[in-house]
C-alpha cells in the first residue's frame, strides 16, 4: 500500500538575515527571521546543540499586515521533526527555465511555385496534456512559393524566400506557441547568428547565392493569475518541440536542437503555489471561492513576485503511540529562502540542519552552486534504507 502525500509546510525567511541566536525563544524572532529550536526546551539552537538533539522545530516570523511589526510564527510541519524519522534531506538551488530552440537550416533545394510544409509536435507541457490527453498536439505550416515565370522558364526557386515565408507564417499564428526569426549559419560556421527582418534584405544583397535558416523558439503559455497565485498553475511549462519537414521540403532541408528545454526551479509562482496548497493543512479558511471557485487571499503570503527561490526540503515521519495502536505520519517541511549573493540566512542555517540531519551528506558543502542563482537540483546522499525502501 502506498502512502498518500506528505501533509507539508512552507517556510519562507526573507531580508537575507542571520538565523535566531541560541537560547531564544520563538517570539524574539525578528519579522522575516528564521530559528531552529529544540522541542524539549524550547529554545533556540546552534549547531554544536543541534547535535545532540532528538528532536527540533522550525520557526519564522511573521508580519502579515505590512507594518513590519511580528504578528504570527510560522512554525514546520507537525508538532516536532524528530531526527531518527528524517527520511530525505535535500537542497534545490534556483534553476531558470529555457525554451526548446531548434534551427531549420540548408533550404537549398527549393522550386518556384511549389507547397513546401513543416509540422512541430509540442510534448511535456503539463497545460499540453491536460487539454489534449496523450493525443498529439501539432502545428502544421505550409506555405508555396512564388509563381514561375511565363511558360515556367524559371522552375529554380529562392531559398531566401521560402525562409521568408516560413517565418511569417510561423509569427502570423495567432495563439503565439512558437517564434520564428532568421539565422545567419553560412558566413559564420557552426556558430549561427540572428538576423533581425529589417536586415534581411540587406543581408541577401551582402551574400549572394548563400541562404538564411530558421530558428523556431517554443513559447511557454501565459499564466492568468488571480490575486496572488496562479488561476491555473501548472509546474511544467516548457515545451519538447519535435519538427517534422515533409516533401518535399525534408530534401536537403536539415533540423538541430540549438537549446534543450528546461523547467524552472525555484520561480515566485511555484512558491506561491506551495505555500497556498500548504495553508490547507493549517486550518486556515477554506481557500477557493464557492461563487467563481477562484483562490482567496489567505492569511500567509510571504512569497515576493518575481523572486528566485533556494529550497531546502526535511521529510520525516512523525511517530506517536495512541491506545494500542502505532502510528507514522509523513510529514514535510520546505524552507524557501530568496536567494542572494551572499546567502546569510542559509549559510547560518544548513549548518544547524546538517548536524540534526547527521546520517546525510552535509548541504553547506552545496551552497556555492546556488550563488546568483544558476544552478541546478542538488540531493543528499541518504543512509537508513529500511526506512524509506530506497535500497
Not at 525563544?25 to 529554545?43: H, M, N, R
Not at 528524517?86 to 507547397?115: A, W
Not at 489534449?132 to 531559398?159: A, L, M
Not at 495502536?325 to 546567502?343: D, F, Q, R, Y
Request: charged share 20%; hydrophobic share 40%.
Amino acid at each position: 500500500m502506498s502512502a498518500n502525500n506528505p501533509v507539508f509546510k512552507v517556510l519562507i525567511p526573507t531580508g537575507d538575515q542571520a538565523i535566531l541566536a541560541a537560547g531564544s525563544k520563538p517570539e524574539d524572532l525578528a519579522v522575516g527571521q528564521i530559528g531552529v529550536f529544540s522541542y524539549d526546551t524550547g529554545l533556540s539552537i546552534n549547531a554544536a546543540q543541534a547535535a545532540n538533539e532528538r528532536s527540533i522545530f522550525l520557526a519564522v516570523g511573521a508580519d502579515e499586515d505590512g507594518d513590519t511589526v511580528l504578528d504570527n510564527i510560522y512554525e514546520s510541519a507537525g508538532t516536532h521533526i524528530q531526527k531518527k524519522e528524517v527520511t530525505n534531506y535535500n537542497l534545490k538551488c534556483y534553476s531558470e527555465g529555457r525554451p526548446h530552440i531548434v534551427d531549420i537550416t540548408n533550404f537549398t533545394n527549393v522550386n518556384c511555385e511549389t507547397s513546401y510544409t513543416m509540422k512541430f509536435e509540442f510534448r511535456g507541457n503539463s497545460k499540453a496534456y491536460m487539454n489534449y490527453g496523450f493525443n498529439q498536439f501539432v502545428k502544421t505550416f505550409s506555405v508555396r512559393t512564388s509563381c514561375c515565370g511565363p511558360g515556367c522558364d524559371c522552375p529554380d526557386g529562392d531559398c531566401n524566400e521560402l525562409a521568408q515565408l516560413f517565418v511569417d507564417a510561423i509569427n502570423a499564428d495567432d495563439e503565439n506557441l512558437l517564434l520564428a526569426e532568421y539565422i545567419d549559419y553560412t558566413t559564420t560556421p557552426g556558430t549561427p547568428i540572428i538576423v533581425a527582418a529589417s536586415g534581411v534584405a540587406a543581408w541577401i544583397v551582402a551574400n549572394p547565392g548563400l541562404c538564411l535558416g530558421v530558428r523556431v523558439t517554443a513559447n511557454a503559455i501565459a499564466l492568468a493569475s488571480y490575486c496572488r497565485v496562479p488561476v491555473k498553475y501548472y509546474k511544467m511549462l516548457q515545451f519538447k518541440l519535435i519538427p517534422t519537414l515533409l516533401e518535399p521540403l525534408n530534401c536537403g532541408a536539415t533540423v538541430a536542437t540549438f537549446q534543450e528545454p528546461a523547467y524552472t526551479e525555484g520561480a515566485s509562482t511555484d512558491v506561491a503555489w506551495l505555500e497556498y496548497e500548504s495553508e490547507g493543512y493549517q486550518g486556515s479558511p477554506y481557500r477557493a471561492g464557492e461563487l467563481l471557485g477562484l483562490a482567496f487571499e489567505g492569511p500567509s503570503k510571504q512569497v515576493t513576485a518575481g523572486t528566485k527561490y533556494v529550497q531546502v526540503n526535511l521529510h520525516y515521519s512523525n511517530e506517536s503511540v495512541a491506545g494500542w495502536g502505532e502510528h507514522k505520519n509523513k510529514l514535510n517541511s520546505i524552507i524557501a529562502v530568496p536567494c542572494t549573493a551572499t546567502n546569510v540566512t542559509l549559510a547560518a542555517l544548513l549548518p544547524v540542519l546538517d548536524a540534526f540531519a547527521e546520517k546525510f551528506n552535509p548541504l553547506t558543502d552545496d551552497l556555492a552552486e546556488c550563488v546568483n542563482c544558476t544552478s541546478t537540483i542538488l540531493t543528499s546522499a541518504i543512509d537508513d534504507t529500511d526506512e524509506d525502501g530506497l535500497g
